[in-house]
């Protein structure tokens, strides 16, 4: 019988680079600043890492496809590296098997590392995707956006709830609202800026019902995790960060080609997560997960996300929203660093840097945006588009 | 492996006006646009079946930045057509400044139209489009 990997693997370093426009470095730098940062606060050489694993999406934006973009940025001595990509649920993909090797027995410490420079492609959203969505392009997905495919999520869920479009805006403007208050105190993001609800709902329509603010930015940036086996753990550092659960969940193609789905959920995410609370030992996750960081490329998908989780009941998570629950001081902090809403979503970096804030929370080194006493912590990393999808939750704990 | 429908066949079709599916000899199910196994039992005893063209409007979106190349404002709406499946198009005819909730729910005739090709699809080809349909 299959046992999962909870508690086998630890995560004793991270690092993250400032996310932006970082016209200053290259993606070889910023693979080596994420490293670095990593390297040393897990308190190892470059010589103890055994294997690597890179994350990386729109491989041809400056970075290259393979894993020799990673092992020649930081001169990885002749180690065995796997490039993955899982669209934007690329990042938590690196890390999944990094702690996957460990977990099996095959190496004792392993770098997971995810950079994308997407910036370089000069273009205000992503680049050109009709190759990478392949035949489905045409069969399925004719001049869609990112942006339009999950405002159709918005609009059903508006149209299922009976919200008036005024309703399901203002509470799409809460979401956004309060990850602006959390970015604009973190050095790492590209956005730092507080916007208020009003601000929000003036802001220019970018696909009905979502406007600027309900999109996450464009940015640049790297961040990597040093794991290793979880009984050594504690010889590097006395507060290490260990793995309950690892979990993904891939569409079957059922959502969009039949009509059991609604359109007003995300259908994997729901197998996810009862795969990553039972893998993980919880057993009700409003009442035992610490804080969260979520896949919120754009506002709506966070409000779903919230139930998708089992947090707020389905149809509910405005009420949520509303009372503040996922406010920096509410009950289940979400996007406690900003997230993509504030850091923007360089895809291969993307799952890491949501796991490099939970770390950091969980530990107590979260500086002026410190949750009081988190024990565990979720990331929800999404990458496609509602009716097609890749859902990759992780769950740690200290 | 025997490919019942090609994407060539499918493709000609739209062209032709036809909308073209796979119905399931198994559970009767109709998987469309076409996929080598049925999408509800996964079964592979597959036969052509001609979609009726007509679906009901479950949600839409006005895209205002559109993907490069694409002139915006357009309508991107899916619908349930009424053999069950759910399928994105544009939804043509209609001014994308008049589009408002009052669309969901609406009777929808399917169409086509030509998309430009890309690097890897070997030149223009046909998508699904949504026109509204008198009640
Ligand atoms: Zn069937």
Known sequence: ?398 | MDYKLTYDQYQQGLQKGKLLGLKCNGCDAVTFPPKSLCRECNGSDLSITEIKGFGTLRTFTVVRVPPEGFTPPYVVAMAEIDEGAWVMGNLVDINPDDADMSLIGKKVRLGSQIVKGDTYSGGDSRVVTFSLAAN
């Open chain 1, 1 to 398: 019988m299959a046992e999962g990997i909870r508690d086998k693997v630890a995560i004793i370093g991270m690092g993250c680079t400032r996310f932006g426009e970082r016209w200053d470095a290259g993606s070889e730098e910023l693979m080596v600043e994420a490293a670095t940062e990593a390297i040393k606060d897990a308190g190892i050489e470059k010589k103890d890492i055994q294997a690597a694993w890179f994350g990386s999406c729109f491989d041809e934006v400056n970075v290259g496809k393979s894993a020799i973009p990673l092992s020649f940025a930081l001169k990885l001595p002749f180690l065995p590296v796997t490039r993955v990509e899982n669209f934007c649920a690329t990042g938590t993909e690196a890390l999944r098997g990094a702690v996957y090797a460990v977990a099996s027995g095959a190496y004792d410490i392993c770098l997971a590392l995810g950079s994308e420079k997407l910036k370089d492609t000069g273009y205000g959203g992503l680049p050109d995707f009709s190759v990478s969505l392949g035949t489905k392009n045409r069969l399925i997905f004719p001049n869609i956006t990112a942006p339009g495919a999950f405002a159709m999520m918005a609009t059903r869920y508006f149209a299922k709830y009976g919200l008036s479009p005024e309703e399901g805006k203002e509470v799409l403007a809460m979401i956004s609202a309060k990850s602006h208050k959390n970015g604009a105190k973190n050095p790492k993001a590209h956005l730092r800026k507080e916007v208020t609800v009003e601000q929000i709902l003036k802001a220019p329509m970018i696909a009905w019902p979502l406007g600027l603010f309900d999109c996450c930015g464009v940015s640049d940036g790297a961040a990597a995790a040093i794991v290793c086996r979880a009984d050594m753990a504690k010889n590097f550092r006395s507060d290490p960060v260990f793995v309950k659960s690892m979990q993904i969940a891939i569409s079957s193609g059922e959502e969009i080609m039949y009509n059991t789905w609604d359109g007003t959920y995300v259908e994997s995410a729901k197998h996810c997560a009862d795969r990553a609370y039972e893998e993980a030992g919880i057993k009700n996750p409003r009442e035992e997960i610490s804080m969260m960081e979520v896949h919120d490329c754009f506002s709506i998908t966070e409000l779903v996300t919230y139930e998708d989780l089992g947090i707020s009941p389905r149809g509910k998570a405005a009420n949520d929203v509303r009372d503040g629950f996922f406010n920096i001081d509410g009950t289940i902090p979400c996007q406690a660093d900003g997230g993509l809403k504030c850091f923007g979503h360089p895809i291969g970096a993307s799952g890491l840097r949501m796991m490099y804030e939970v770390y950091k929370q969980l530990q107590g080194n979260a500086g002026d945006r410190q949750i009081k006493d988190p024990n565990i912590g979720l990331t929800h990393n999404m990458g496609g588009f509602p009716p097609m999808n890749i859902i990759s939750i992780s769950i740690v704990g200290n």
